[in-house]
């Protein structure tokens, strides 16, 4: 019996960034969503001496998702290792990696690879599956490489927050919801239109038109993860245009009174939109305004969540 075939492919970018940069970025996946295109949750399920399990979720198109988990660990050289658990047809196996290579002038040297067995040796099928990863590995070492190279105008532009809400009610009740958006029109007040599809069980795409606190009317395409009971992540596929992206959850914790519902916003201002918030506006202002305007608008839905899950609890 012949021996399984292992293929191999290998994309490299040089980046103008220290290695300990280029790596961090790498490591943190939890942060990919926010520069990533395709990248839209990524949740450690565990960790131990054998690394981290992670389940990530990452958009195929304008309307499909998928999602698939493997073991990362960071070697003691500090190349990052990767491997499926399990690999999903047509694959027997599917691991790779990260290495980093310092460069002369102080840049970084990145080698993104991929190595993987079919479960039915085929030459078409194998070219197929190889071109894919080559375009997915090239499009991501060009996400990399922007993020290290622009990380400190990035961190500048980019806001990040969370508000709580207690709530006496049930998890059950709170997560109903905020997980039924196609009811939010009549629901939530700053939501005018909301279009939703879901093809697949809890991850949901839809647009929504929204009107601000400041009469600002925006149109927006969102994909959600939803993991019942616990968290839903959202990620926009088309911000508006002030921003270059936004990204965030809703997180659902019990306590022995009832629960906290926390909302979670991360955006990145859009340098190109800032007159759209007002002439001479500046990232600071742009970051200001954020805080205010998305802060509201998940404080109201928080309070209407509550206010729903309260009274299905008998207050």
Same mark, same amino acid.
């Given at each position: 019996?012949?021996?399984?075939?292992?293929?191999?492919?290998?994309?490299?970018?040089?980046?103008?960034?220290?290695?300990?940069?280029?790596?961090?970025?790498?490591?943190?996946?939890?942060?990919?969503?926010?520069?990533?295109?395709?990248?839209?949750?990524?949740?450690?399920?565990? @960790?131990?001496?054998?690394?981290?399990?992670?389940?990530?979720? @990452?958009?195929?198109?304008?309307?499909?998702?998928? %999602?698939?988990?493997?073991?990362?660990?960071?070697?003691?050289?500090?190349?990052?290792?990767?491997?499926?658990?399990?690999?999903?047809?047509?694959?027997?196996?599917?691991?790779?990696?990260?290495?980093?290579? !310092?460069?002369?002038?102080?840049?970084?040297?990145?080698?993104?690879?991929? !190595?993987?067995?079919?479960?039915?040796?085929?030459?078409?099928?194998?070219?197929?599956?190889?071109?894919?990863?080559?375009?997915? @590995?090239?499009?991501?070492?060009?996400?990399?490489?922007?993020?290290?190279?622009?990380? !400190?105008?990035?961190?500048?532009?980019?806001?990040?927050?969370?508000?709580?809400?207690?709530?006496?009610?049930?998890?059950?009740?709170?997560?109903?919801?905020?997980?039924?958006?196609?009811?939010?029109?009549?629901?939530?007040?700053?939501?005018?239109?909301?279009?939703?599809?879901?093809?697949?069980?809890?991850?949901?795409?839809?647009?929504?038109?929204?009107?601000?606190?400041?009469?600002?009317?925006?149109?927006?395409?969102?994909?959600?993860?939803?993991?019942?009971?616990?968290?839903?992540?959202?990620?926009?596929?088309?911000?508006?245009? %002030?921003?270059?992206?936004?990204?965030?959850?809703?997180?659902?914790? !019990?306590?022995?009174?009832?629960?906290?519902?926390?909302?979670?916003?991360?955006?990145?201002?859009?340098?190109?939109?800032?007159?759209?918030?007002?002439?001479?506006?500046?990232?600071?202002?742009?970051?200001?305004?954020?805080?205010?305007?998305?802060?509201?608008? @998940?404080?109201?839905?928080?309070?209407?969540?509550?206010?729903?899950?309260?009274?299905?609890?008998?207050?």
């Amino acid at each position: 019996m012949a021996a399984a075939k292992t293929r191999r492919v290998e994309e490299k970018a040089l980046i103008a960034a220290p290695v300990a940069t280029v790596r961090d970025i790498v490591v943190d996946v939890e942060a990919w969503p926010q520069v990533h295109r395709p990248a839209v949750h990524a949740e450690i399920l565990s @960790s131990d001496d054998n690394g981290d399990l992670i389940q990530h979720w @990452s958009i195929m198109d304008d309307s499909t998702a998928r %999602t698939w988990t493997s073991r990362r660990r960071v070697t003691e050289s500090g190349e990052v290792r990767f491997a499926h658990e399990p690999a999903d047809e047509p694959f027997a196996s599917v691991a790779g990696g990260f290495e980093f290579e !310092e460069q002369p002038d102080g840049g970084t040297l990145v080698r993104m690879y991929h !190595e993987f067995i079919l479960l039915r040796d085929d030459d078409t099928v194998a070219a197929r599956r190889s071109d894919s990863m080559r375009r997915g @590995s090239q499009e991501y070492l060009e996400t990399l490489r922007f993020a290290a190279e622009n990380a !400190e105008d990035l961190r500048l532009r980019t806001i990040t927050f969370e508000d709580p809400l207690f709530v006496a009610g049930s998890v059950a009740d709170a997560y109903t919801y905020l997980y039924e958006a196609d009811k939010w029109p009549e629901r939530i007040p700053h939501v005018l239109r909301l279009d939703l599809e879901e093809s697949m069980p809890n991850i949901q795409f839809f647009d929504m038109d929204t009107r601000s606190a400041d009469g600002s009317e925006h149109t927006t395409r969102s994909v959600r993860i939803c993991l019942p009971g616990h968290k839903i992540v959202y990620k926009q596929t088309r911000p508006p245009k %002030t921003l270059d992206a936004h990204t965030g959850h809703w997180l659902f914790t !019990e306590t022995p009174e009832g629960l906290i519902v926390s909302a979670r916003h991360t955006a990145t201002v859009r340098p190109a939109g800032l007159h759209l918030l007002g002439a001479g506006t500046k990232v600071e202002g742009a970051r200001r305004y954020l805080r205010r305007v998305l802060s509201a608008n @998940s404080m109201g839905n928080l309070r209407l969540a509550k206010e729903y899950a309260e009274k299905l609890a008998g207050f």
